[in-house]
């Protein structure tokens, strides 16, 4: 049964910063593609940051390039996304993504993310 459980979304203000966790299992982590995903209310979902299975590639929307950053540990079968200098306009359900070897695509249930003073 493949599972992907989010943690460490919250509210958080202005200029500040959370980090994300996606803990996998059911699946063949390390050969896998992960992503982050966000959805703002009334808003399509986006593509946030993506990093290949070995990590030593990553890539990140124009609007939080220099803010976010992407990684994983392999071992521990897990990907993060550190936020910083965090803004209103990041607040939104945030969702791990898997993309596996085999073009399969995995969901976790998502993590809300609030910026607010």
């Known amino acids: 049964q493949v599972q992907l459980v989010e943690s460490g979304g919250g509210l958080v203000q202005p200029g500040g910063s959370l980090r994300l966790s996606c803990a996998g299992s059911?699946?063949?982590?390390?050969?896998?593609?992960m992503n982050w995903y966000r959805q703002a209310p009334g808003k399509e979902r986006e593509l946030v940051a993506r990093?290949?299975?070995?990590?030593?590639?990553?890539n990140y929307a124009e609007s939080v390039k220099g803010r976010f950053t992407i990684s994983r540990d392999n071992a521990k079968n897990t990907v993060y996304l550190q936020m910083n200098s965090l803004k209103p306009e990041d607040t939104a359900v945030y969702y791990c993504?898997?993309?596996?070897?085999?073009?399969?695509?995995?969901w976790g249930q998502g993590t809300q993310v609030t910026v607010s003073s």
């Open positions: 993504n898997a993309l596996t070897y085999y073009a399969l695509s995995y």
């Open positions: 059911g699946f063949t982590f390390r050969s896998s593609a």
């Open positions: 990093i290949s299975s070995s990590g030593g590639n990553t």
